[in-house]
Structures are given as structure tokens and as C-alpha cells.
């Protein structure tokens, strides 16, 4: 046994490969916290512009005189205006709803958006993922006539 710790003693006090582990240790975590971040960043861009686009259908249905004009002029803002958002593919957005409450008297845009062929769902999958299926609303109050 003496003989093997001396053999050992000197590897014992080198310092030369301590900064390859630690970088072996460290770049994997470091390469799930990149992803992640990119990952999540590219979702929420996706949702904030599909959110967006609501609201902007939303805003272009107030001049409708009945349901099935603001419904058009939600899904022709919906058609003209998703070309000007660059991460959303047109023909994923589905206008699943448009129609007024009549207890509330708000008109409600709801838009779907399919990501799963997007960007984000093509890199690695070294995090959990949301779901593909994006649901969102906006809502806008008729006038007070």
C-alpha cells in the first residue's frame, strides 16, 4: 500500500486538469440553461404575437354592425395582418371564435395557433417543452348605444 501511495503523491498535488473537469462538469448545465433559454423565449414570442393578433382582430371587429360582420372583419385583419408578425406561419392560425356576449355586450376573438412545425420544436429537446397549441383571446366592448 506505501508503495501505491507513492506512486500517487505526486498526480496528488497537480493542478494541470482541474480546469478540463470543472469545464466537463459545467458545460452541460450551461448548454440546458442556453437552451432553455432560447427555447422559452422563442414560445413566448409565438404566444405574444398570436396574443397580439387577437387583439388587433378584436380592435378591427368595433366597426361590425352584427356578429357575422365583425367576424369578418376579425378574419380578414387576422389574414392581412399575420405576415407582418416573421415567427408565425399564416395558414397555423385558425379564428375559433367570434361573437358577442350578450350579457357583457364584449365581442371575444379567439385565436389557435399550431407551433409544433415551428423553430423551437425543431432544437434539441434538452428541456420540457409547453404544448404545441397555442389558445388566445381578446375581448373588446361594444359602444355604449
Same mark, same amino acid.
Given at each position: 500500500?506505501?508503495?501505491?501511495?507513492?506512486?500517487?503523491?505526486? %498526480?496528488?498535488?497537480?493542478?494541470?486538469?482541474?480546469?478540463?473537469?470543472?469545464?466537463?462538469?459545467?458545460?452541460?448545465? %450551461?448548454?440546458?440553461? @442556453?437552451?432553455?433559454?432560447?427555447?422559452?423565449?422563442?414560445?413566448?414570442?409565438?404566444?405574444?404575437?398570436?396574443?397580439q393578433l387577437a387583439?388587433?382582430?378584436?380592435?378591427?371587429?368595433?366597426?361590425?354592425?352584427?356578429?357575422?360582420?365583425?367576424?369578418? @372583419?376579425?378574419? +380578414?385583419?387576422?389574414?392581412?395582418?399575420?405576415? +407582418?408578425?416573421? %415567427? @408565425?406561419?399564416? +395558414?397555423? @392560425?385558425?379564428?375559433?371564435?367570434?361573437?358577442?356576449?350578450?350579457?357583457?355586450?364584449? %365581442?371575444?376573438?379567439?385565436?389557435?395557433?399550431?407551433?409544433?412545425?415551428?423553430?423551437?420544436?425543431?432544437?434539441?429537446?434538452?428541456?420540457?417543452?409547453?404544448?404545441?397549441?397555442?389558445?388566445?383571446?381578446?375581448?373588446?366592448?361594444?359602444?355604449?348605444y
Open positions: 500500500m506505501s508503495k501505491i501511495r507513492k506512486l500517487l503523491q505526486p %498526480f496528488a498535488r497537480r493542478q494541470d486538469g482541474a480546469s478540463a473537469v470543472e469545464f466537463a462538469i459545467v458545460l452541460p448545465v %450551461f448548454l440546458m440553461i @442556453l437552451f432553455g433559454i432560447i427555447t422559452f423565449a422563442g414560445y413566448l414570442s409565438l404566444v405574444q404575437s398570436v396574443q387583439a388587433e382582430a378584436a380592435r378591427a371587429s368595433v366597426g361590425g354592425l352584427s356578429d357575422t360582420e365583425r367576424a369578418s @372583419l376579425a378574419t +380578414n385583419t387576422i389574414q392581412t395582418q399575420s405576415s +407582418n408578425y416573421p %415567427f @408565425l406561419q399564416p +395558414n397555423r @392560425l385558425v379564428l375559433v371564435a367570434a361573437a358577442t356576449d350578450p350579457t357583457t355586450s364584449t %365581442f371575444t376573438v379567439q385565436l389557435q395557433y399550431d407551433a409544433s412545425s415551428s423553430f423551437i420544436y425543431s432544437l434539441p429537446s434538452l428541456v420540457p417543452m409547453p404544448s404545441p397549441l397555442i389558445i388566445r383571446s381578446a375581448a373588446i366592448q361594444r359602444g355604449g
